[in-house]
């Protein structure tokens, strides 16, 4: 099963992640309710992940999402 990532404001796919990966973020962040499927996502939250935890390939596709700008809210989703 993959895990989409988008842009929680526009619904740009900003592509494809394992569950690993989402599960790395599950622990790193604040989630709302256990049916919450959206992070916060700023630098600091890539700077923080990139410290062992996230593979290189979230990390790069965090880091093309959130530019330069101060952060942005994503969304995922499974899909077959």
């Given at each position: ?63 093309a999402a959130v530019g330069t ?12």
């Amino acid at each position: 099963m993959t895990i989409n990532l988008y842009n929680a404001e526009t619904n740009e796919l900003l592509g494809a992640i394992t569950e690993a990966d989402l599960k790395v973020l599950a622990d790193a962040l604040e989630e709302e309710s256990l049916t919450d499927a959206d992070y916060f996502i700023s630098p600091d939250t890539i700077e923080m992940i990139g410290d062992g935890r996230a593979t290189d390939h979230l990390l790069h596709l965090l880091r093309a999402a959130v530019g330069t700008s101060e952060g942005m809210e994503v969304r995922w989703e499974r899909v077959e």
